[in-house]
């Protein structure tokens, strides 16, 4: 999400973007659906992330990082990174406004493969830089010169400038056969990552410095989350039992607790970085959710021919 315009990635494979459209002069403005477009054949598309400072969306989907022009979601000449894990783009450039003289500055990307890690620049072109071994990685998150970094197993941080790796603390300290999709999250503004760990009765998430060492207090969690991300100064979760978290980042003290709507599975969280339009002179009186269909509908079957 961005201003004006929400995209959306389907598990199909296609890339939707909604415009904020005018409708008559006694009715709110709407959502509408302005493009479609596929980008990985039946396969999910995985992340959006947006890049407002050179006009760029990154798609990750089929193992593979697809760049597109802002906001119209135009294929570039960048031909789509392959045999990606995961990526990250450096926190600090994705918080760069759209510059108003179109002077682009190079965002620094860094893509995990699975024996290592490779460090680009991108503007209107993509810049290799060099690779550093590093295997396992499933989860990144970059912050300048640091990338906390999780597989299976651990949480690291790897010090790109110095191509130094270390881990901080394990993903599963009970080591039980619980599944866990590791958890990492910058600190807008912080220079610090919140990362996740499996305590076996509960969840702590740990704050680290990009040095990786220990920061603040840690906050609590009943169960692991499926989904955190951050609204400055609050930190949001969604557990499996059905309820949202919210936690102050300045106190690690939960402010509330949502249940969430019995007709609603919520799989993941999103964070905006620059806000989104609410089309309404009621603004959140006005919110209401609506059902996007992320499965193809099954073509119709040819007529038959009665001879």
């Not at 990786?212 to 991300?229: A, K, N, Q, W």
Request: with cysteine; glycine share 4%; charged share 20%.
């Amino acid at each position: 999400m961005s201003g004006t315009e929400v995209y959306i990635g389907c598990s199909n494979g296609q890339l939707m973007r909604y415009a904020l459209q005018a409708n008559s002069p006694d009715e709110p403005m709407s959502y509408d659906l302005v493009s479609r477009q596929n980008v990985a054949a039946d396969k999910p598309v995985e992340d959006i992330v947006l890049v407002p400072s050179i006009f760029r969306a990154l798609v990750f989907a089929d193992r593979q990082l697809s760049i597109y022009t802002l906001p119209l979601l135009e294929m570039t000449a960048i031909k789509p990174i392959r045999n990606a894990v995961t990526f990250a783009v450096d926190n600090d450039h994705l918080r760069r406004p759209a510059p108003e003289d179109n002077q682009l500055v190079p965002v620094a990307l860094t893509i995990v493969k699975r024996s290592g890690l490779a460090l680009f620049t991108l503007s209107d072109r993509l810049f290799y830089q060099q690779e550093i071994p590093f295997q396992g990685g499933l989860v990144a998150r970059r912050i300048g010169q640091s990338l906390c970094v999780a597989d299976k197993e651990f949480f690291s941080i790897v010090n790109l400038e110095q191509s130094v790796a270390f881990q901080i603390m394990p993903v599963n300290q009970v080591m039980d056969d619980k599944p866990i999709k590791p958890l990492v999250l910058e600190i807008h503004g912080e220079d610090e990552y919140l990362v996740v760990s499996w305590m076996g009765a509960s969840a702590m998430g740990v704050f680290i410095n990009t040095n990786g060492d220990p920061v603040r207090g840690t906050l609590e969690y009943e169960e692991y989350p499926v989904s955190v991300c951050m609204d400055f100064p609050y930190i949001v979760a969604v557990l499996p039992n059905s309820t949202i978290v919210v936690h102050n980042i300045e106190t690690q003290s939960v402010v509330q607790t949502i249940p969430v709507p019995e007709n609603l599975h919520v799989r993941a969280l999103v964070s905006c970085l620059e806000g989104y339009l609410v089309p309404s002179n009621m603004e959140t009186e006005k919110m209401r959710k609506t059902s996007v269909r992320l499965l193809r509908e099954p073509s119709p079957p040819p007529p038959t021919v009665e001879e």
